[in-house]
Structure formats: structure tokens, C-alpha cells
């Protein structure tokens, strides 16, 4: 739930696709289990351990960060604070796929192909600058639990598109993620307008990526695992985002050079908040690698309760019983769908 994280390049119903090219490179392809010993399992659990760890401190870092930035530092520039993480996801994703292998390179075959990756590129721009844009006048506790309905705005636009209908169970579930945020809402201190309408926004159009991205690369000659979709949307979006930023963000390289003249700080919070994008992006794909889409969204519900108690430890944004007890009744909800995902498919 980054901003929402927004920086995550595939829904939970994708990773299994991701695991499924990657499992491959184990061992030619073969699970072999009857060989592990148990100092090779206690290193493998060590190894998992660290990558979780380090998956939870990019995802948290990075909405951190942005919330200092853009609310706490004075660096209002939310389009090109975007801009920077996409330029740090090319750069990085180009050295890790070219020069590090962490996955085979995928090549883009066709011109319909680039078209659709560009396609889903513009409204990946959209939901992350709506993200950043709302971290300026929500707390990040709210945030999170705004950002939690994200399977609400899938279900909705999955039916919309394909007209495939889920067991009314599934649907039923996610009748607790929707009144948890409205509950959550009314016990909001720091509650903005603007700022709630912009994470919604934001939220649904991260869900409705993840629903193109399925329709648009289906067939298995189009499939791109997420860090070469990464890879090739990244510079797509830096090209998008930079004259957007120009144009509604006119005064960005004054104050930009005027904080980083004031402070040599700046540069260095910049980079890291950018480098801690793209590390949310590879641990989130590791991670899937190295478990399981089920973990994955169980320790995904997780981080989104830590995140929210650290930024309230850091912060100081009030909140009120009636809004954590919102943000529980949405977070028990989101794990009720995606349990009764996993039943009823």
C-alpha cells in the first residue's frame, strides 16, 4: 500500500504469473526439496527474513519520505517528485535487468505492444501523482486506509470489464473495506476534501492499471514479468511527467536549487526518496519470488498497520478511536476478500 505506494507494478492476482517466469532459474526449473539440509533451510529462512525486512523499509520509507517532502520540508512539487522516482526506476531497472540479470531482458515485439505499455504507463503516472498529491494534506495514517480499498475498485472495474462475476461471499467481504474508510473519514481530525477526493482517485486508478494491465497483456507473447515492465513504463512516464511539471509546476527549478543552496540535505533526501522507489518495486518482486502471492498480501495488510503507527510516531498527527478503529474494520476486510479470493476462484 505505498504510496500507496504506490510504486507496486502488479496486483496480487498477477504475481502468480511473475512466480511462474521466474521459478525457472531454481534449480533448471525443478523444485528440489528432498537435498535441503537443514543449515540450507535456516539460510534460505535468514535470506527471506532480510528481504522482507527490506521490502517493508523501502515500501514504508518511500511514503515517509514523500510525506517529509512534500508536507514537513516545504518541497511542494508532487508531479516532479514523481518525475524523479521514475527516472531513478529507469536508470536502476536498465543496470539491474542489462548489467546485474536479476531477470531475462523482454523485448518489446510489437508496436501494439509499446502502445499498450504506454497506455497503462499514463495511468500509472496518474495514480502516483494523485498518491503524492493527497500525502500533502492527509496524514499518512488515513492515507494507508484510504489506499486499503484497492480491491474494492478492482472488483468493480474486473466486473465492469469483463462482466465475470465473483461468488457473492467475495463480494460481501468487501462491504467492511468501504465502511471502515467511512468510518474512518468521520473520525478524521486532519480530514481535507481535496486531499481525500486525490488518494480515492489515486486508489482507483491503481486498481483500474491493474485490471487494463491483465486485459491489455494477455496473450503469453505480450506477458512482461514486472521488473521488465518496469523498465520500459518508467521512461514512457519521465517523458509524460516532465513538461507536466514544467507547466503546473512553473516555479519547480527555482525552489528546487533554492532548498538545495539552503540546505545540502535536499539532494541527498531527493535521491534517497528516489532510490527507495525503486527498491519498493525490486523487493516487491523478490519477495513474490520468494513466497508466495498469498504471504505477499498477508504481509502487504501487515505493513500497511506499521506504516501507519510509525508515521503517527513521527508525525504527531492526531487520530481518534473512531478513525483507527475505521482503518481495522477496512484492513479486516481487505483480508477477508482476499481470503475468500482464494477459496471461491
Known amino acids: 500500500m505505498s504510496t500507496h505506494a504506490s510504486y507496486n507494478m502488479r496486483s496480487k ?82 543496470i539491474s535487468i542489462v548489467f546485474f540479470k536479476v531477470v531475462p531482458q523482454q523485448m518489446i515485439k510489437s508496436r501494439s505492444q509499446f502502445m499498450k505499455i504506454a497506455t497503462l504507463s499514463i495511468v500509472f503516472c496518474g495514480s502516483v501523482v494523485g498518491g503524492n498529491i493527497s500525502l500533502r494534506y492527509l496524514a ?22 469483463t462482466l465475470k462475476r465473483e461468488a457473492w ?16 473519514s468521520g473520525g478524521e481530525p486532519g480530514f481535507h476534501l481535496f486531499g481525500f477526493i486525490m488518494c480515492l482517485s489515486a486508489t482507483a486508478a491503481r486498481a483500474f492499471k491493474s485490471v487494463l494491465q491483465g486485459i491489455l497483456l494477455s496473450s503469453e507473447g505480450e506477458k512482461l514479468n514486472s521488473m521488465n515492465l518496469l523498465l520500459y513504463m518508467s521512461p514512457i512516464a519521465v517523458i509524460i511527467l516532465l513538461p507536466a511539471a514544467l507547466i503546473m509546476e512553473p516555479n519547480v527549478v527555482d525552489v528546487t536549487i533554492s532548498l538545495g543552496s539552503e540546505n545540502k540535505t535536499m539532494w541527498l533526501l531527493l535521491l534517497l526518496n528516489s532510490v527507495t522507489a525503486y527498491s519498493a518495486n525490486l523487493t516487491n518482486f523478490l519477495v513474490t519470488k520468494h513466497t508466495s502471492a498469498l504471504t505477499l498480501q498477508v504481509l502487504g495488510n501487515a505493513k500497511g498497520a506499521v506504516a501507519v503507527v ?15 478503529a475505521g482503518y481495522t474494520v477496512t484492513v479486516m476486510g481487505v483480508a477477508a476478500y482476499g481470503e475468500t479470493k482464494r477459496r471461491f476462484r
Not at 510525506?67 to 531513478?88: E, R, V
Not at 494507508?144 to 472495474?157: L, S
Not at 510509525?310 to 483507527?324: A, C, E
Request: with cysteine; charged share 10%; glycine share 8%.
Open 310 to 324: 510509525i508515521s503517527i510516531l513521527l508525525f504527531r498527527n492526531p487520530v481518534t478511536v473512531v478513525g483507527m
Open 169 to 184: 461471499v467475495t463480494y460481501a467481504a468487501l462491504v467492511p473495506v468501504v465502511a471502515g474508510v467511512v468510518i474512518a
Open 140 to 161: 499518512v495514517s488515513f492515507n494507508q486506509a484510504v489506499g486499503a480499498t484497492t480491491p474494492f475498485f478492482t472488483a468493480v472495474f474486473a466486473y465492469l470489464a
Open 13 to 94: 492476482s498477477y504475481y502468480e504469473n511473475d512466480i511462474k517466469g521466474t521459478m525457472k532459474d531454481i534449480g533448471g526449473g525443478k523444485m528440489v526439496s528432498s537435498g535441503t539440509t537443514p543449515a540450507t533451510s535456516s539460510k534460505e529462512n535468514f535470506f527471506i527474513f532480510s528481504l522482507v525486512s527490506l521490502w517493508y523499509s523501502s515500501n514504508i520509507g518511500v511514503i515517509l519520505l514523500n510525506k517529509y517532502l512534500l508536507s514537513n520540508y516545504g518541497f511542494k512539487f508532487p508531479i516532479f517528485l514523481t518525475m524523479c522516482h521514475m527516472s531513478a526506476c529507469a536508470v536502476l531497472s536498465y
